[in-house]
């Protein structure tokens, strides 16, 4: 898994549209459609910013196996939202 589709997890697990991804992060909606194809990578500070801001470590952010991950722990935390 790339780069960008770990950043395309994290939005759409937020139920973040582009724009309000490209708003959060002060860039243009064609920079975050970008990342997301991998045709362009954040910058380090803005890496951070992301991490930072969905609570996951720049290491996740470039990871191969998220997928996996962040769904197991999605059906986590859906399961504790409906105690």
Not at 11 to 26: A, H
Not at 34 to 46: F, I, Q, V
Not at 57 to 80: A, G, H, P, V
């Amino acid at each position: 898994m790339s780069i960008g589709k770990n950043l395309r997890i994290l939005r759409i697990n937020s139920k973040k549209t582009l724009r309000e991804q490209s708003e959060t992060f002060g860039v243009s909606l064609n920079t975050v459609y970008r990342w997301e194809h991998d045709l362009a990578e954040p910058r380090k500070s803005t890496l951070r910013k992301i991490a930072a801001f969905y609570g996951v470590s720049l290491s996740w952010l470039f990871s191969e196996d998220n997928d996996k991950d962040f769904d197991r722990n999605q059906k986590d935390i859906d399961n504790l939202m409906q105690i």
